[in-house]
């Protein structure tokens, strides 16, 4: 477990959103920790490594005595690593690996063209935006809706699905509304505002059944409102994804800023215990 001194001295320093201690803790209800320059988190035979040191500049030889510690001390049976380069010995032998980029939006220097921000207007004059700090069941059924319309990772589907958990315990997530004039839900956005310098889009959806033109581009604008009160330099847009998502990023000035770079290793399999362990777990 992490003190809360730890934390601060984290999101003092973070600058990728799984620096951000509450969110990840709440979104893989793992258990966060130091390990030297590194934040980690762990959960019943399963470690995660943050591995974008929070002071010193990254190194393949010092991120691989990181894993070589971790797997001594806490001889964990899955271990998911993320950072930008990952060591060929270990992507040999992922079960589960990802290549991407993380983009950034600079908010104190953005020029937002002119189509845009009439696009924005427009979209205004059909919607109200609301800054909330509640999931409710609206939000529930759009991210059911999308889930069935939109063909995604399972992992994406898993953080959309820890949403309600995530913003019912963060002290540092807002959710963006998007309301049409017949007060449906039209689209939703869940920003993290932990971090010191910058705030990050966790995840949003915008409906079909309750389509309005321009919903996202106007959360987006409403993101970049809300950041700048913040005091925030600049926004962490995620990873690049897939083609639309990149071009709807790149539209408003995001651009790839940190290689990312994912590895899953089963390294033993699960005991009689283990299992007895996990199925009593589920009839709690």
């Not at 921000?117 to 609301?130: G, H, S």
Request: include cysteine; proline fraction near 4%.
């Amino acid at each position: 477990m992490i003190t809360e001194e730890e934390e601060r001295y984290i999101l003092s320093r973070a600058y990728i959103p799984e620096h951000s201690v509450g969110l990840m803790t709440s979104v893989s209800d793992s258990e966060p920790f130091l390990m030297g320059d590194y934040f980690c988190l762990r959960k019943e035979g399963w470690v995660i490594v943050v591995g974008y040191p929070l002071e010193n500049g990254f190194t393949i030889e010092a991120f691989e005595a990181l894993a070589g510690r971790i797997k001594r001390e806490f001889k964990p049976r899955r271990l998911s690593l993320m950072a930008p380069k990952l060591p060929p010995s270990f992507m040999k032998s992922c079960r589960e690996n990802e290549m991407d980029d993380y983009y950034i939006l600079d908010i104190q220097n953005i020029k937002i063209r002119t189509g845009l921000r009439r696009a924005v207007d427009r979209a205004r004059e059909n919607l109200t935006v609301e800054r909330s700090f509640d999931f409710t069941r609206k939000h529930m059924i759009l991210s059911q809706e999308f889930i069935e319309r939109v063909e995604m990772h399972p992992r994406i589907r898993e953080l959309l699905l820890r949403m309600p958990q995530y913003v019912g315990s963060a002290t540092n997530s807002i959710v963006l509304n998007a309301w049409d004039k017949k007060g449906n839900l039209a689209a939703f956005y869940i920003v993290d505002l932990a971090a010191k310098d910058f705030s990050t889009y966790v995840i949003g959806c915008h409906s079909r059944r309750t389509y309005t033109m321009g919903a996202s581009d106007l959360l987006v604008s409403e993101m970049i409102d809300l950041s700048l009160s913040y005091d925030k330099d600049y926004i962490h847009l995620g990873l690049g994804v897939n083609r639309g998502i990149r071009q709807f990023k790149k539209k408003w000035g995001g651009i790839p800023r940190l290689r990312y770079e994912m590895c899953e290793l089963v390294l033993r399999k699960p005991s009689l215990f283990d299992a007895i362990k996990g199925l009593s777990h589920n009839y709690r």
